[in-house]
C-alpha cells in the first residue's frame, strides 16, 4: 500500500493503527492524518524508542497492509474485489 493510498484510506487505517500503536490517541492520529514520517515520530515519542525501530515498525505495518490485500483479493470468490482494483479505462479507448 502506498502512501497515497494511506492517506486516502486514513479513516480506515485509524482502527488497524490503534490495533497496533495503541498508546496513539485519536488526537494524535487527526494530527498525523495519514503522513507516514509523523506516524514514526509519534511511535517514536509514545514508545521511546529510536526512529529507526519506529520506521522499521511503520514500513513492516505498510507491508503487512499489503500482504493482507493480496490475499483478500486472491480468495475464491474475491474475482470482484480483483477487479474493483484494476485501474479503471478511459472512456476515450472504448
Same mark, same amino acid.
Given at each position: 500500500?502506498?502512501? !497515497?493510498?494511506? +492517506?486516502?484510506? $486514513?479513516?480506515?487505517?485509524?482502527?488497524?493503527?490503534?490495533?497496533?500503536?495503541?498508546?496513539?490517541?485519536? *488526537?494524535?492520529? !487527526?494530527?498525523?492524518?495519514?503522513?507516514? !514520517?509523523?506516524?514514526?515520530?509519534?511511535?517514536?515519542?509514545?514508545?521511546?524508542? =529510536?526512529?529507526? +525501530?519506529? #520506521?522499521?515498525?511503520?514500513? *513492516? $505495518?505498510?507491508?503487512?497492509?499489503?500482504?493482507?490485500? =493480496?490475499? *483478500?483479493?486472491? #480468495?475464491?470468490?474475491? *474475482?470482484?474485489?480483483? #477487479?474493483?482494483?484494476?485501474?479503471? +479505462?478511459?472512456?476515450?479507448?472504448?
Amino acid at each position: 500500500m502506498n502512501a !497515497d493510498q494511506i +492517506e486516502g484510506d $486514513w479513516r480506515v487505517l485509524r482502527g488497524k493503527i490503534r490495533e497496533q500503536w495503541g498508546r496513539l490517541t485519536d *488526537e494524535q492520529l !487527526d494530527v498525523i492524518n495519514g503522513r507516514l !514520517d509523523m506516524l514514526a515520530g509519534r511511535i517514536q515519542q509514545a514508545y521511546g524508542i =529510536s526512529m529507526a +525501530e519506529a #520506521e522499521q515498525q511503520v514500513y *513492516e $505495518w505498510r507491508r503487512s497492509l499489503t500482504a493482507n490485500a =493480496s490475499a *483478500e483479493s486472491a #480468495e475464491p470468490g474475491n *474475482e470482484r474485489a480483483a #477487479e474493483n482494483r484494476r485501474p479503471l +479505462e478511459s472512456s476515450q479507448s472504448r
